[in-house]
């Protein structure tokens, strides 16, 4: 007879925090490309002169949003591994068993995320983050110290390397802020939509190199955090959250904060492709902070989940049709074939719509949750990895221990 355990709320609550940084810096980056996503504070989705409130977007977007819920989503990823790992050897797998699953499992991840890549969305993260979990589950049994050291090293080649670009930027000799890019008002029908989109598709996996090395670093620290028991006991482990938090603060106040205002303006402008470049080196390490920050917050719920947190926690329950979600209500939303919102709006429009894209997957997430009923990509995805019962069975030795 398997054991019931207690299932912890923070992971999900931290997928649907993420979920909800995704949606609007997908947004500000990629769905909604417009006049405003050319040249001086593009970078932040665009600031109207004169807008104060277009100021205070542009910070926010800045401190908060661009590379926030992606490396939170990747800590998560890397959670999950250690949870599938110890549920594994709970349930009587050798470690080479336990690889085979986690190859499966996490080879098909990136089977949708190819398909949702190349179908309706040339951002996706799935397909990375399913090749990513190959690799985890490759070297999953090294030592957690071998683990930390190696995830340190990515860290440290990934922001070198793109500190350099930072300062290649300052001095005049790289400007990262696009010329010109593919506007969405082009995009008339579904047709041009999904054409330019696997054109698109097809030069992101040019990049995927590049953004490898920067998401394996903190997808190991959440695999430790998981083998760890971090999230698990956060009293124990209160001191290495804390310190994470405070890495996170300081990426935000002294990276985000000055590119926000440099893009607003405040600053001066030349500042903008700075910055942006300090946040794409050092942005990963806010990921492990803000997840901290979930886990201290919420020490004393002891996993019950308060009436304000139900929608975010079902919604982390589906965080894979939610992702996918989000992509089809962009597409209804801003193309031209669509509703079209969004033609000409600056970052304040821009991160609105993003919240409306996050508010209607929240709903449908709640809704599923109120009829018991796992979301629709959840339910393909473990028939597939885990077969009928959808779930990882005990060793018959196990089963009768």
């Not at 983050?129 to 080649?157: D, E, H, K, P, Q």
């Not at 290495?240 to 106040?253: D, K, Q, R």
Request: proline residues 5%; contains cysteine; hydrophobic residues 55%.
């Amino acid at each position: 007879m398997q054991e019931k355990r207690q299932r912890l709320i923070v992971p999900d609550l931290a997928r649907g925090t993420a979920l909800l940084g995704i949606a609007m810096a997908n947004t500000v980056q990629s769905w909604v490309v417009n006049e405003w996503s050319l040249g001086p504070s593009s970078t932040v989705g665009g600031v109207r002169p004169d807008s104060a409130v277009d100021v205070m977007s542009a910070v926010f977007v800045a401190m908060f949003v661009r590379v926030r819920g992606l490396p939170m989503f990747c800590m998560l990823l890397g959670f999950g591994v250690g949870l599938i790992v110890a549920s594994l050897q709970r349930k009587g797998y050798t470690p080479n068993e336990s690889r085979r699953v986690l190859i499966r499992r996490y080879g098909l991840l990136a089977v949708f995320g190819l398909a949702h890549g190349f179908l309706l969305f040339d951002g996706d993260i799935m397909f990375l983050y399913g090749l990513v979990g190959v690799a985890l589950a490759l070297v999953f049994t090294l030592s957690t110290r071998v683990l930390r050291r190696i995830s340190y090293w990515f860290f440290g080649g990934f922001a070198a390397f793109t500190t350099s670009g930072a300062i290649a930027t300052y001095f005049g000799y790289f400007n990262p802020m696009p010329t010109s890019r593919p506007m969405t008002g082009d995009l008339v029908s579904f047709g041009d939509f999904f054409a330019r989109n696997m054109r698109g598709e097809v030069a992101a996996l040019g990049q995927l190199p590049m953004a490898f090395l920067g998401l394996v670093g903190v997808i190991l620290i959440g695999y430790i955090w998981a083998r760890e028991g971090v999230l698990a006991s956060v009293s124990a482990h209160r001191r290495i959250l804390i310190t994470w938090v405070v890495i996170a603060s300081a990426v935000i106040v002294f990276i985000g904060l000055p590119w926000g205002l440099s893009a607003a303006d405040v600053l001066p402008s030349k500042l903008e492709p700075v910055f942006f470049m300090l946040n794409q080196a050092f942005g990963f390490l806010t990921g492990p902070g803000i997840l901290a920050t979930l886990a201290l917050l919420t020490e004393k719920l002891n996993n019950r989940v308060p009436l304000w947190a139900s929608a975010f926690v079902a919604l982390g329950k589906r965080s894979m049709s939610g992702y996918i979600a989000q992509s089809v209500f962009f597409i209804i939303l801003v193309t031209p074939a669509g509703f079209g919102l969004g033609a000409h709006a600056s970052v304040t429009g821009k991160i609105a719509i993003g919240l409306l894209v996050f508010v209607l997957t929240l709903i449908v997430a709640a809704v599923l949750e109120a009829w018991g009923k796992p979301g629709p990509f959840e339910w393909v995805h473990r028939r597939l990895a885990y077969g009928p019962t959808k779930r990882i069975e005990p060793k018959p030795q196990a089963a009768q221990a």
